[in-house]
């Protein structure tokens, strides 16, 4: 009886991961295919590249972020030892990532925002402040309160940036 139960909650599970597309391998696979933006043939090679940068393989890539239609979806939350500092990091994470793949260095607060929720991270209304502190990683742009508002990445931000990738895959074992 136990293993009749487990098959079917098993089958169950399977329904709702083919339904939202994240368990069912095919459909991961097919969405990574659409990541070519049409106005940008070389996109599997800007991944390549940046891979190399980081002297690490393609599939380790995937365990950091999954890409579609320029949205970047962070897998697993970034550590840090409290909620401003795993912003920050994040923050580096995303837009080194969006400044490397989609050669756009700005991130509109948002954005950031949307992704932190979605990785659990709170205190959201000290984000802006939190950046602001970091200038040697970030530059405030746009009016402050506004739907424009948001940051660019410095160089010194996308050289941390792209430790805080690496660190992140050793500690995840990749």
């Known amino acids: 009886m136990d293993e009749e139960i487990k098959k079917e909650f098993e089958k169950v599970w399977k329904k709702l ?10 459909n991961f696979s097919q969405e990574k295919q659409e990541l070519k933006s049409p106005e940008d043939n ?4 800007k991944i390549l590249k940046f891979c190399n940068e980081l002297d690490i393989e393609r599939k380790d890539f995937d365990l950091i972020c999954y890409l579609r239609n320029k949205e970047i979806f962070l897998l697993k939350p970034i550590e840090g030892k409290n909620e401003s500092e795993r912003q920050v990091k994040t923050s580096l994470v995303l837009l080194t990532i969006k400044d490397s793949l989609f050669d756009d260095d700005f991130i509109g607060s948002s954005e950031i925002s949307t992704v932190l929720m979605k990785l659990g991270i709170k205190s959201i209304s000290n984000l802006s402040t939190n950046l602001n502190k970091e200038r040697r990683f970030f530059i405030p742009e746009g009016v402050k309160a506004s739907k424009k508002f948001g940051f660019r990445i410095t160089v010194p931000g996308k050289i941390e940036g792209k430790k805080i990738i690496k660190s992140f895959l050793e500690k995840d074992g990749a």
């Open 17 to 26: 991961g083919d339904i939202e597309g994240k368990i069912n391998e095919k």
């Open 42 to 45: 070389n996109f599997e090679e």
